[in-house]
Nanobody, 121 residues
Framework: QVQLVESGGGLVQAGGSLRLSCAAS????????MGWFRQVPGKEREFVAS?????GTADSVKGRFTISRDNAKNTVYLQMNSLKLEDTAVYYC?????????????????WGQGTQVTVSS
């Protein structure tokens, strides 16, 4: 049974930084593409970043957010710098049964419960 557990969310002032972590268990982590998505109420889940054979980030966070992974710890990270008010959302970690990373939420097989990130002015 695959489990993804996010941590590291919280309240931060605009311009600040947070690092999200997602610990995975129940599947060989090193052969799975990982993604970060975010969602605000009333909107669809939005792609933020992914890492598999290759990595990528959404244009809205490019240059500010960085995805990384530590296969020895079965953990994927999202370093978020220069946070803006519009980054406020619930952030979700996701895993694919493939090393081909994708930007669509429907391509991911497993999801964490999410962690709230709130950016204040």
């Amino acid at each position: 049974q695959v489990q993804l557990v996010e941590s590291g969310g919280g309240l931060v002032q605009a311009g600040g930084s947070l690092r999200l972590s997602c610990a995975a268990s129940g599947r060989t982590f090193s052969t799975a593409a990982m993604g970060w998505f975010r969602q605000v109420p009333g909107k669809e889940r939005e792609f933020v970043a992914s890492m598999g054979w290759s990595s990528g980030t959404a244009d809205s966070v490019k240059g500010r957010f960085t995805i990384s992974r530590d296969n020895a710890k079965n953990t994927v990270y999202l370093q978020m710098n220069s946070l803006k008010l519009e980054d406020t959302a619930v952030y979700y970690c996701a895993m694919r049964n493939s090393m081909w990373a994708r930007m669509s939420a429907t391509d991911y097989d497993y999801w964490g419960q999410g962690t709230q990130v709130t950016v204040s002015s």
